[in-house]
């Protein structure tokens, strides 16, 4: 008994425990690389590790940057005007007489317009073809299906900006019941300072600063004094005398530099 030795036993290899330790190996290595797959995939949605990539966007259209232009004025560039046109007047350096008148014949066409400084007729003195009626201050009793009134007043009223240096004739066209007449013809003719005048001409409505059926003539750009060699006509649309030549005076004084007349139609 005494010589009985005892030897160590050999361990068996628990391949049971083994198994467990390398799948749990493999569990946690698994655990490791899909951990990092998600969050690469999560960080960069386009890696190639993802197996469902986003579709692509779509490219965005470039378009040149607009820059803004500006188109310079040409240096004597003027607004067209809208308003309608009315005579105008030429202040001359010496006084101008106005034209020899001619009576107009039934073949007048009427619309045509004053001129601002009328032409000296070379033919001499026509004489009125049709009695005078001698008008002054005050209403004219005419035959004639209308009548005129005739007053003196400052040219400085409607032209300021000419002092004295103006003469001419003025006013309006009035209806029976005191409405406004446009597009009627006047005529103003006869001599000035001795010297023969040719035909001025305008309409009613032209010069609306005496109002709605105002007009206006001008005879010169200085007043002078005449006794009865003028006369003053109106006639309608057709070219129809209204009235017989109204003869009047001019002054020399600039406050009745302006001969104002209003014609009335009596039916």
């Known amino acids: 008994m005494d010589n009985f030795e005892l030897k160590p036993e050999r361990k068996k290899i628990n391949w049971k425990n083994l198994l467990y330790n390398l799948l ?134 409607f032209h300021p900006d000419l002092n004295c240096a103006w003469m001419g004739v003025a006013g309006k066209v009035l209806g029976p019941d005191g409405t406004p007449l446009s597009l009627m013809e006047i005529q103003v003719g006869g001599t000035l300072g001795g010297k023969a005048l040719t035909t001025a001409t305008t309409l009613s409505g032209t010069a609306v600063a005496y109002g709605t059926s105002g007009f206006e003539i001008p005879l010169g750009n200085l007043p002078i004094a005449s006794t009865q060699t003028l006369w003053i006509q109106l006639l309608d649309n057709t070219a129809k005398p209204l009235t017989n030549k109204i003869y009047f005076d001019t002054r020399t004084d600039c406050s009745q530099n302006l001969v104002m007349v209003v014609f009335t139609k009596n039916r």
């Open 24 to 157: 749990t190996v493999v569990v946690l290595l698994g655990t490791f690389y899909l951990a990092t797959l998600i969050l690469t995939i999560f960080t960069n949605p386009n890696s190639p590790l993802n197996p469902f990539p986003p579709a692509p966007l779509p490219t965005l259209y470039q378009t040149a940057t607009p820059t803004s232009t500006i188109i310079p004025l040409e240096p004597t560039w003027t607004s067209t005007p809208t308003t309608k046109p009315v005579p105008t007047r030429t202040k001359a350096p010496t006084w101008t007489l106005l034209p020899q008148m001619v009576t107009p014949s039934s073949t007048t066409t009427p619309g045509v317009t004053s001129s601002t400084v009328l032409p000296i007729s070379t033919t001499g003195t026509t004489s009125p073809t049709t009695t005078p009626v001698i008008a002054s201050t005050g209403t004219t009793s005419t035959p004639m299906p209308a009548s005129a009134v005739i007053t003196y007043a400052a040219s400085t009223t």
